[in-house]
């Protein structure tokens, strides 16, 4: 680590902590040559993983569209935007962890009506309306009767 004031390559740390729900660490750093202090932040470099789409598109996962369309289904209901963020990080964290670099999206979706089935019925059912792209009203009982069981 170089001093940002002097260049300097010696230095020691004064202070760490955990930042990011522990996802990183800042630590405080004090030159031995120049004595001033600067900060730095460590993260772990997780892989991209691309999202194949149902048409075969390839596509870099964003975490941004999932709570995007989990708030949509939950707008108007008793659901912190907290528990959505919480529910994303655990998917996005099971999808680190299974798929090596690349996972469907129609697993993602399956991960994200689980989720919502769990939360909220209401949210859900919404959701599965726009996921599973409904044609009529009989496909949607169908699911409601699905749901039911």
């Given at each position: 680590?170089?001093?940002?004031y002097?260049?300097?390559?010696?230095?020691?740390?004064?202070?760490?902590?955990?930042i990011?729900?522990?996802q990183g660490?800042?630590?405080?750093?004090?030159?031995?040559?120049?004595?001033?202090?600067?900060?730095?932040y460590?993260?772990?470099?997780?892989?991209?993983?691309?999202v194949v789409?149902?048409?075969?598109?390839?596509?870099?996962?964003?975490?941004?569209?999932?709570?995007?369309?989990?708030?949509?289904?939950?707008?108007?209901?008793?659901?912190s935007?907290?528990r959505?963020?919480?529910?994303?990080s655990?998917?996005e964290?099971?999808?680190?962890?299974?798929?090596?670099?690349?996972?469907?999206?129609?697993?993602?979706?399956?991960?994200?009506?689980?989720?919502l089935?769990?939360?909220?019925?209401?949210?859900?059912?919404?959701f599965?309306?726009?996921?599973?792209?409904?044609?009529?009203?009989?496909?949607?009982?169908?699911?409601l009767?699905?749901?039911?069981?």
């Amino acid at each position: 680590m170089k001093c940002p004031y002097c260049r300097g390559k010696r230095d020691k740390v004064v202070d760490s902590r955990s930042i990011r729900n522990n996802q990183g660490v800042r630590r405080r750093r004090e030159c031995l040559k120049c004595h001033k202090r600067y900060t730095t932040y460590e993260y772990v470099e997780e892989v991209n993983i691309m999202v194949v789409k149902s048409d075969g598109r390839r596509e870099p996962f964003d975490r941004q569209k999932i709570l995007n369309g989990m708030m949509k289904a939950c707008e108007k209901r008793p659901i912190s935007l907290e528990r959505l963020d919480n529910i994303v990080s655990k998917i996005e964290s099971q999808l680190q962890n299974k798929f090596a670099k690349e996972v469907k999206s129609k697993t993602i979706g399956e991960m994200v009506m689980k989720s919502l089935r769990a939360l909220d019925e209401i949210a859900y059912v919404r959701f599965a309306s726009v996921y599973r792209q409904f044609r009529d009203i009989s496909q949607f009982m169908r699911e409601l009767k699905t749901f039911l069981k």
